[in-house]
């Protein structure tokens, strides 16, 4: 069984950073895509960033060049570096996986079976 759960959310100043964390169980990260998606109030859930084995990364345009996704198969985690953060990257953040065989990793969040409880992100101007 699949379990991912989030950490390293909280409150910070525009131009700040966070490190967001996602430890999974049961997940076999070699056929995996990771992705971090969030989701502000009234809003729909987007994808900001995903990862697939041998370091294919994808980035929303309106992060790229401030997060950096990770992955450390040793300890089972992914990673959302958060860089020069703007109020408008107030959000639930959610890491989420799925299987697949492509090197490349879906947008859609419906694509996505497994899904951690989310963590907070509020940037203040």
């Known amino acids: 069984q699949v379990q991912l759960v989030e950490s390293g959310g909280g409150s910070v100043q525009a131009g700040g950073s966070l490190r967001l964390s996602c430890a999974a169980s049961?997940?076999?990260?070699?056929?995996?895509?990771m992705g971090w998606f969030r989701q502000a109030p009234g809003k729909e859930r987007e994808l900001v960033s995903s990862?697939?084995?041998?370091?294919?990364?994808f980035y929303a345009d309106s992060v790229k060049g401030r997060f950096a996704i990770s992955q450390d198969n040793a300890k089972s985690a992914a990673y959302l570096q958060m860089d020069s953060l703007k109020p408008e990257d107030t959000a639930m953040y959610y890491c989420?996986?799925?299987?697949?065989?492509?090197?490349?990793?879906?947008?859609?969040?419906?694509?996505?079976?497994?899904w951690g409880q989310g963590t907070q992100v509020t940037v203040s101007s």
């Open positions: 049961g997940l076999d990260y070699n056929r995996a895509c």
């Open positions: 990862i697939k084995t041998r370091g294919r990364t």
């Open positions: 989420a996986a799925y299987y697949t065989i492509s090197d490349y990793c879906y947008t859609g969040h419906s694509a996505y079976p497994y």
